[in-house]
Nanobody
Framework: VQLQASGGGLVQPGGSLKLSCAAS????????IYWFRQAPGKEREGVSC????????YYVDSVKGRFTISRDTAKNMVYLQMTSLKPEDTAVYYC???????????????????WGQGTLVTVSS
């Protein structure tokens, strides 16, 4: 099981970025895939998840209405479209899976399962 996040970068407040998660070694649409982030000096925070049962999506309150998670089953990819970015969104973002159909609770994300190298998102003017 391998997951690789990409697409991070430096963006001004109010800008947009689209993160990509490339899955390999397993069929990602069979499982829930989620994004978590970790800012310097802070604990990991679950950001969003897409389930495999019905593609239901979940978001932490701070990103609702701004971030959208999606998947492309043909490409074995999951995406996180981020808009109206704020400085507090600055963090390393990781995509992960626990190889379950359903999403884990947001507060449990990033502590078990599989994830690879993250991608740094910096929101600054």
């Amino acid at each position: 099981v391998q997951l690789q996040a990409s697409g991070g970068g430096l963006v001004q407040p109010g800008g947009s970025l689209k993160l990509s998660c490339a899955a390999s070694g397993f069929t990602s649409d069979y499982y829930a895939i989620y994004w978590f982030r970790q800012a310097p000096g802070k604990e990991r925070e679950g950001v969003s998840c897409i389930s495999s049962s019905d593609d239901s999506s979940y978001y932490v309150d701070s990103v609702k209405g701004r971030f959208t998670i999606s998947r492309d089953t043909a490409k074995n990819m999951v995406y996180l479209q981020m808009t109206s970015l704020k400085p507090e969104d600055t963090a390393v973002y990781y995509c992960a899976t626990e190889l379950h159909v359903h999403c884990p609770p947001l507060y449990n994300m990033g502590y078990r399962g599989y994830w690879g190298q993250g991608t740094l998102v910096t929101v600054s003017s």
